[in-house]
């Protein structure tokens, strides 16, 4: 190993080469501020702009600051991190920035959570010497994303999750200097554009300039009408973060206190996205082992490999860019969607309310669930299968609205029948879930054997790019998983050009899967809380009496009383849907 | 902004520019060069149809656009008036200068005039510094201009039009 020292703050270290001075002084111990900066460490994704300069540091011997976040450690290098000089230089850059800056930090969505602010703090700033013209971009609304640019300081964190990590390309930094900020083409709004709301740059952004649109108002209103049964459904990945947001440790699993929370809320029904995604299964893996057979039975037409269909950012994103592979994704709804439509008629009707006054509210770690619940053909003459979709940040907001002590709550159950739900359902949160869920279900339908094991772990990980091989007793299943949208590409330009071999691929936009969904309580740039949060999915399945779909008694249920078959008529109406072409060509 | 239907014959070129350059998103500024070069200007659907091109995304393709002040999105008047406001010419009046342009022909900088005869630029130092101000109409440099200058300067255009050497879209 190639070593270099240096001394850093008058203390030696010894670094591998290629380690910046930000990273080598951290190894001692020393946090140099850093603003624009970002690195979620084993995802491959690091934002390295050297834009802010917070981070500059006096490396004797060198006429300027050097900013420590793309300065590389060289042999013998003396670095002050706290010199007066360094101290004076970040406090101006951070006070530059907040010359231009909105103070209407009171009021702000972002407030408490905004990496500007606390650096404000961190440096003790108390008086700001400048003045000068302020910006005033207009605010871009759309179904799920708020841009409100004034507050933007050109970190560049988005840009680089929209074009390198998600390859979408709905963001650039357009215009110079004053003038500069991040935009989509011609400055039009996010909502005509490429965008899938897959909200990565929600995630990653410091400030208030990018959030979600707040839905809170709208359910407090549906839930205080006396004329509204209002029921609730809640995603697997939030019962692995909700927590952080009442000061639990990221990975702590708060299933319990949710459906308590959820009940106090003053929510009719408490029921559980699990069950859904359980329902999923069934119905998106009969349509893999469909398409199998017909493969096997030598039907050249029959579309493989089959990817899933449950990320809506991921669907709005081969709408965009691969138009010509529309009939390739599963055709099955998402399990919000189809929790809604079930609502919305088998379960309106068992408890006699007209589908108009049945309001359904989703909690989901998502801004794009938010934009899925708004597509047309997810309503029925106007009236959504969801009303309402918020996010898993928009819940903490509600729950102390409400004056609910969330630590205290004790932990109840989800109400039947739409809370019922398997170890299946709740790995669907994280990256390599779903296509488990459905191998296990898959395999025993298709082998008709019971499956001697029920963890797939060469299907788990945080690689970004992951496939392994089932046997299906004898039948070898190859099957490809991809998470980040960039990823995804890859997989699909391979199906474009022939040379895929996977039977089937399950695609999430979101880096770790929902569990880093962009409406996730913010990880500030820290991958280990993505980890503890995917690690806490598992365990919730391991404790799990029941762990496979199908055996799911309450679905089982459903299809007895209600649906008939998987793929059947009635199914194939309320639970499958279609994709449109949305590039411009 | 209003959209515009380029012509089959403006699509070739514009695919041909590309070819030209291997379709590398690396090459962006050089075709976008040659494009305005050919087109003389930039609207949006020629920047789509770029970014189809070189396989990049039209954000990018805008980013850079916006990025350098030599390409404009607007169509250049059939007399473009440049106004150098490097720092010679700034402190020699040019701000005046430009003022007065903006008052004479009631446009702003970066449009055009309703009839398509003059538009109207800011550029950073022609390089001849001791002509300062200096305002350009087409290729013809004008020196030491004063604000009251500036009604001749462009009652020589008024009457007389240039042959469109331009591309129609």
Known sequence: ?585 | MPKIKLSQRTNEIIREICASFDNSEGELINVLHETQHKLGYLPAEVQELIANELNMSVAKVYGVVTFYSFFNMIPQGEFPISVCMGTACYVRGAEQILHEIKRQLNIEVGQSTPDGKFSLNCLRCVGACGLAPVVMVGEKVYGRVAPQQVRKIIAEYQESTVKQEKHEM
């Open chain 1, 1 to 585: 190993m190639n070593m270099i020292n240096l001394t850093i703050d008058n203390r030696p270290v010894s670094v591998e080469r290629g380690t910046t001075v930000l990273q080598a002084a951290a190894q001692i111990g020393i946090k140099i501020p850093s603003l624009c900066y970002m690195k979620l460490e084993d995802l491959n994704i690091e934002n390295k702009p050297g834009g802010c300069r917070v981070c500059v540091v006096e490396v004797e011997g060198r006429r300027n600051l050097a900013p420590a976040c793309c300065t590389d450690a060289a042999e013998g290098m003396v670095v002050l991190t706290h010199s007066m000089r360094a101290i004076h230089a970040r406090r101006t850059v951070v006070e530059l920035i907040l010359s231009d800056h909105p103070t209407d930090c009171l009021k702000c969505a972002k407030a408490g959570n905004c990496d500007l602010q606390s650096m404000a703090q961190h440096l003790g700033i108390r008086e700001i010497h400048y003045e000068g013209e302020q910006s005033t971009f207009r605010e871009d609304t759309s179904p799920a994303i708020i841009r409100e640019l004034d507050k933007c300081i050109r970190c560049r964190r988005c840009e680089m999750m929209c074009n390198e990590v998600q390859s979408v390309g709905a963001l650039s930094a357009i215009n110079r200097g004053f003038n500069a900020v991040i935009s989509p083409a011609f400055e039009m709004n996010l909502d005509h554009s490429v965008c899938t709301y897959c909200g990565q740059c929600v995630a990653v952004c410091p400030t208030g300039a990018l959030t979600e649109v707040d839905h809170t108002g709208a359910v407090i209103r549906a839930l205080s009408n006396p004329d509204k049964t209002v029921i609730v459904q809640t995603a697997p990945a939030v019962r692995a973060a909700l927590g952080e947001e009442f000061g639990a440790e990221p990975g702590t699993l708060v299933t319990g206190k949710l459906a308590a929370a959820l009940r106090r809320l003053g929510f009719n029904y408490v029921f559980d996205t699990d069950f859904a995604a359980d329902l999923t299964i069934l119905e998106e893996g009969t349509e893999l082992l469909n398409r199998l057979t017909a493969f096997l039975g030598g039907d050249k037409e029959v579309k493989l490999p089959m990817l899933t269909s449950c990320c809506p950012a991921w669907v709005k994103f081969f709408e965009h860019q691969f138009p010509d592979l529309k009939d390739i994704p599963s055709s099955a709804r998402s399990p919000q969607q189809m929790f809604g439509a079930i609502a919305k008629s088998y379960f309106a009707d068992k408890i006699g309310v007209n589908r108009k006054d049945l309001v359904v509210v989703s909690i989901m770690p998502c801004v794009a669930k938010k934009y899925e619940c708004s597509r047309e053909e997810f309503s029925v003459n106007g009236n959504p299968d969801v009303d309402f979709a918020l996010t898993t940040r928009e819940l903490a907001q509600l729950i102390n609205l409400a004056n609910i002590d969330f630590k205290s709550l004790p932990d109840e159950d989800f109400d039947h029948p739409l809370g019922e739900s398997t170890g299946a359902g709740v790995i669907f949160g994280t990256t390599g879930g779903v296509i488990e869920a459905a191998v296990r279900t898959a395999y025993e339908v298709f082998t008709g054997k019971k499956l001697s094991r029920i963890d797939f772990t060469e299907l788990r990980g945080m690689e970004g790019l992951r496939h392994a091989t089932i046997d299906f007793d004898g039948l070898p299943i190859h099957i490809g998983i991809a998470h980040g949208l960039g990823n995804a590409r890859k997989l699909l330009e391979d199906i474009q050009a022939g040379k895929s071999q996977f039977h089937a691929i399950e695609i999430m936009s979101c880096p770790g899967g929902c569990i880093g969904g962009g409406g996730q309580p913010y990880h500030h740039g820290n991958a280990e809380i993505l980890k503890k949060r995917q690690m806490a999915l598992y365990r919730e399945d391991a404790g799990k009496p029941i762990r496979k779909s199908h055996e799911n008694p309450y679905i089982t249920k459903l299809y007895e009383e209600f649906l008939g078959s998987p793929m059947s008529e009635k199914a194939h109406h309320l639970l499958h849907t279609e994709y449109f072409d949305r590039s411009k060509k």
